[in-house]
């Protein structure tokens, strides 16, 4: 167990961590209360893999995001299963924390071997998303030139056939299987519907992309009327909760002190925010295309290429939530700052 930079967090995952900092995959482990983590690849991405759970109860065992649908995904979740003693034809049902790809790709392969694939109904509405990502750039002043790069983007974390739900959880509801506890707990934010899930005998809370120990899950407004800001932070109160238990992230690595990142994510959307309103009196009047441009990244805006849907997406969150308190007017083309008063 290694303590993280100013003890804000206390990494578990000591294994996991060292083949993150050596940009290769981690191993497959059993964890507290017989549960395996098992990494599974992403193909050209920079978050390389999901860590798929796979926790044995009484009648079977259960998947918790299976991971990206490739052939080398399938290849390391079976050798996962095997580690644990199993094959695909054992998998009782499969949990999605949410529908991106990295996460329910591998689902519907379960779901033809006679799993039950379960996820929040508020998922649903992502499975048959509706309008062109053409239509939503060019709303957002995207300029013309970029819209045909970046459209396609739009759509990398959704599945052309993905699995239908056969079981929906609620926030508080428990998972059907025998001889474990483990319940529900939604958590939107980074999507409409992304659950976490508590299992208290074996003292973890899984955490999807919900809390992961160094990044922060991109929170952008995709449905009008919505403010996934506002409620991932709540979400981030709900799940602070839950401290006395070790984190296990889909991404990354396992960690100690779930309310401490909790407080530090607080703080970065704090910042975001304040850094948002300044440019706003900087600039004027800005459509949200110039103001995200304008923001700090990761990365220099001309390097992020199709990061930029995610970057106009989540500034579009920080905008409706600053707008709903009265910190900036939105008019739905421009912002401005709010009046003096």
Same mark, same amino acid.
């Given at each position: ?10 990494v =578990?995952?000591?294994? &996991? ?10 191993? /497959?482990?059993?964890?507290? +209360? ?56 054992d998998?009782? *049902?499969v949990?999605?924390? #949410?529908?991106?790809?990295?996460? #329910? ?5 379960? &779901? ?17 998303? %509706? ?17 045909a790069?970046?459209? +396609? ?27 474990r ?11 409409? +519907? ?8 074996? *003292?973890? !809370?899984?955490?999807?992309? #919900? ?39 889909? #991404? ?32 004027? =009047? ?11 990244? %990761? ?10 849907? *995610?970057? /106009?997406?989540? =500034?579009?969150?920080?905008v ?7 910190? !900036? =007017? ?8 709010a009046?003096?008063?």
């Amino acid at each position: 167990m290694t303590r993280a930079a100013g003890d804000a967090i206390v990494v =578990t995952g000591v294994a &996991q961590r060292e083949a993150w900092q050596a940009r290769v995959l981690p191993p /497959v482990e059993r964890l507290a +209360g017989g549960i395996w983590s098992v990494p599974v690849p992403i193909p050209r991405s920079p978050l390389r893999y999901t860590l798929s759970y796979l926790i044995p109860a009484d009648d079977g065992l259960v998947v918790i995001d299976p991971g990206w649908d490739s052939d080398e995904g399938w290849a390391a979740l079976e050798s996962g299963l095997r580690a644990a003693g199993a094959a695909p034809g054992d998998v009782l *049902g499969v949990v999605v924390t #949410h529908v991106h790809s990295d996460h #329910h790709g591998l689902s519907k392969r379960l &779901q033809e071997t006679g799993a039950w694939v379960a996820m929040h109904p508020a998922e649903l509405d992502a499975l048959n998303p %509706s309008g062109s990502p053409a239509d939503w750039l060019r709303a957002h002043d995207v300029p013309e030139q970029e819209i045909a790069a970046l459209a +396609g983007t739009i759509g990398q974390h959704r599945l052309s056939e993905p699995a239908r739900p056969d079981v929906l959880l609620e926030d508080g509801d428990a998972v059907p299987v025998k001889g474990r506890t483990l319940r529900t707990v939604w958590t939107p934010g980074h999507t409409p +519907g992304h659950i976490c899930l508590v299992e208290p005998e074996a *003292g973890v !809370l899984l955490t999807g992309d #919900h809390l992961l120990p160094r990044i922060s899950p991109n929170i952008g407004l995709q449905r009008p009327g919505s403010s996934p800001l506002e409620a991932f932070l709540e979400s981030l109160e709900q799940v602070a909760a839950h401290d006395e238990l070790e984190a296990l992230p889909a #991404h990354e690595y396992r960690f100690r002190g779930i309310a401490a990142r909790a407080r530090q994510l607080r703080a970065h959307h704090d910042r975001r925010c304040e850094e948002i309103v300044a440019t706003v009196e900087r600039l004027g =009047t800005p459509g949200v295309w110039e103001l995200a441009s304008q923001l700090t990244w %990761s990365r220099p805006w001309e390097e992020i290429g199709p990061m930029r849907v *995610g970057a /106009v997406a989540e =500034t579009m969150a920080h905008v409706r939530y600053l707008a709903d308190r009265g910190a !900036l =007017t939105w008019s739905g083309d421009v912002v401005t700052a709010a009046p003096q008063r």
